[in-house]
């Protein structure tokens, strides 16, 4: 072209650039191609509206060094609401993989961004290095955004933590097949500059029909990856680890005891009965158990603690029968329980707080024991399986009390909506399909939880995601949701 | 002649002194022959001199002959994208004569 800037230009001739990039963003709502923008648009599929839903309901917002702020006159704004724009000055990070724009990033990776103080972006990528992070963390650091360039060559850091993973724990989380070992992120800070990574068993085989895990991911201990700027100006990552493995379980407890009452009953010569009861009183529970670690007021990283107590009294009509040859007989003629009972919270300083005990009124069960696990609807497996939690728990490590959801025996399962927002603590059997009940969300102070709650039983039908640039929560919604 | 025959003289008065148009004898109207239609002919631009060469001040000579101002990166809303480019100093027309623009950053 030799003329002077030729009108084909989309900017015209001598135009001066003001905003570019990417304006939409919104909640996003399965099954992908929806986008509801700031609420006056439903967009389709198409030319770079293409969305996915990020396969979990974390959103982040991270403010780059040295942008400036978007200002827009009152007309301008008028303009952009009016097609559905919001000019961000900040980065939406959705999904454990961290997609932007709704846009899959290539992996399932976690990833977030930052700038450094000389303008440059950067990905920095948590690989899913699966069993190689019982012991470190590889982060993958690469120059991104430049367009007109072409690609660097990342560079690969491994980083030892010591989470001092209880290997017994790993093994048993894994013998099982079908769990997976990731990283996921928990938190990012605002600048971008750190996030909080967990180490956690994750079931992978376990999504909707949208992909998005259904599971939560249950964490062996927790690492903050830190950024710097190297000598050549590339970033230089450090890990400092913040929970391990033992602090992230918390304190278990259990106790057991028993007592027996017989009564010897003659039956004939040589041969002696005895009937009576054998009772068992179990109780079980945890302190402390670290569910995420967020970044608080000042960028002190916060727990996000579940506690929670399950107690049940046993009583088993036995009887014994001894013949004169030495043969014992032992039969079991009756099994009940007479009690149980659960109670937990959630906790988390400068953050959220929640106790709760289980009811029966089926409609705001913070616990829903009392609806749809009633005691009287114990079966005896599922007793055999209480009383075998509580007794392993005396051991030294407790693997079903960290264990996953689904899997041997009876757990407590908290239910998260993002790694910030906790939903339902849900106790969890073998032997009954996975009950999924949500109640009042906990959530971060100073934000609004949504409304009444209610129980379901069965596949989750309650999404929601946390709004990283209004701080609210999502209505609750049938399908998966996130904010991009 | 005085002033105002000159004047009457000069505005078609054929004869001031045999009693012409002040005496009631106006001369007959004879209309102009027609001229026919004119001819066409193509239009051209006033063009002022040319310092040096041939050809327009508003068509750029070559596009390698720019000038520009110092780099710089023109970045996304959100901060995730950049592109460099090269704000345009100086055009050189065809005819030899310039443009120069402004530095965006100053």
């Given amino acids: ?299 002190t990283p916060v727990d996000v603690t579940c506690s929670y107590t399950i107690t049940t009294s046993l009583t088993e009509n036995m009887a014994a029968t001894y013949d004169s040859g030495g043969a014992f007989t032992h039969t079991q003629t009756h099994h009940d329980e007479s009690a149980i009972d659960f109670s937990g919270s959630y906790a988390g300083a400068g953050f959220m707080s929640f106790a709760g005990a289980p009811n029966t009124d089926g409609v705001t069960d913070l616990v829903p024991l009392g609806d749809v696990l009633p005691p009287s609807g114990l079966t005896e497996k599922t007793a055999g399986e209480l009383r075998q939690l509580a007794h392993s728990l005396a051991g030294s490590k407790d693997v079903q009390t960290a264990g996953l959801p689904d899997n041997t025996f009876s757990r407590v399962v908290p239910h998260a909506y993002t790694h910030r927002v906790f939903g339902q603590i849900v106790q969890s059997t073998d032997s009954i399909p996975p009950v999924f009940a949500f109640g009042t969300v906990h959530h971060p102070s100073g934000t609004t939880s949504g409304g009444a709650s209610h129980s379901v039983v069965g596949t989750p039908p309650v999404y929601r995601s946390y709004n990283p640039i209004t701080g609210t929560l999502s209505p609750r919604s049938a399908v998966p949701v996130c904010y991009v | 002649m005085g002033d105002i025959a000159k004047a009457l003289q000069q505005i078609g008065g054929a004869d001031l002194s045999g009693g012409g148009m002040f005496q009631g004898t106006r001369p007959e109207f004879v209309p102009k022959a027609p001229q026919g239609k004119k001819p066409a002919v193509v239009g051209k631009g006033r063009t002022p001199a040319s310092t040096s060469g041939s050809g327009s001040n508003l068509v750029e000579g070559s596009f390698s002959a720019r000038t520009y101002w110092a780099t710089r990166t023109v970045i996304s809303s959100d901060g995730l994208f950049a592109m460099e480019v090269k704000p345009v100093k100086k055009i050189t027309f065809q005819t030899g004569g310039t443009l120069t623009l402004a530095d965006p950053s100053a």
């Fill in chain 1, 1 to 299: 072209m030799n003329e002077i800037d030729s009108l084909t230009q989309p900017a015209g001739p001598l135009s001066q650039v003001t905003l570019w990039g990417h304006p939409y963003h919104g909640l996003v709502t399965a099954p992908g191609s929806t986008f509801t923008g700031t609420g006056t648009l439903d967009r389709g599929g198409g030319f770079f509206m293409d969305y996915r839903v990020p396969d979990s309901a974390d959103a982040w917002a991270i403010s780059l060094d040295g942008v400036p702020a978007v200002t827009r006159t009152s007309g301008e704004a008028a303009a952009d609401a009016a097609v559905g724009f919001q000019w961000l000055d900040k980065v939406v990070v959705s999904g454990s993989a961290g997609q932007v724009y709704g846009k899959y990033p290539g992996s399932n990776a976690p990833r977030w961004y930052w700038r450094d103080a000389a303008g440059k972006v950067w990905c920095i990528t948590v690989q899913n290095t699966g069993g190689g992070l019982f012991s470190d963390v590889q982060i993958e650091v690469r120059r991104f955004g430049v367009i007109g360039q072409a690609a660097s060559v990342p560079r690969d850091h491994t980083l030892a933590h010591a989470l001092a993973i209880d290997s017994t724990l790993w093994a048993a989380e894994t013998a099982g097949g079908g769990i997976a070992i990731v990283p996921r992120i928990c938190d990012i800070k605002p600048d971008g500059r750190a996030a909080i990574i967990c180490v956690a068993a994750m079931h992978p085989s376990v999504f909707d029909a949208y992909g998005v895990a259904t599971k939560t991911p249950w964490p062996f201990g927790f690492v903050e990856i830190s950024l710097s700027t190297g000598g050549d100006g590339w970033p230089v990552p450090s890990l400092t680890t913040l929970r391990d493995n033992d602090a992230t379980l918390g304190t278990r407890y259990s106790s057991a005891s028993t007592s027996s009452s017989f009564t010897r009953v003659p039956v004939a010569p040589g041969t002696e009965r005895y009937v009576g009861n054998l009772s068992s009183s179990l109780s079980e529970g945890v302190t402390g158990r670290i569910l995420s670690v967020i970044y608080g007021s000042g960028g």
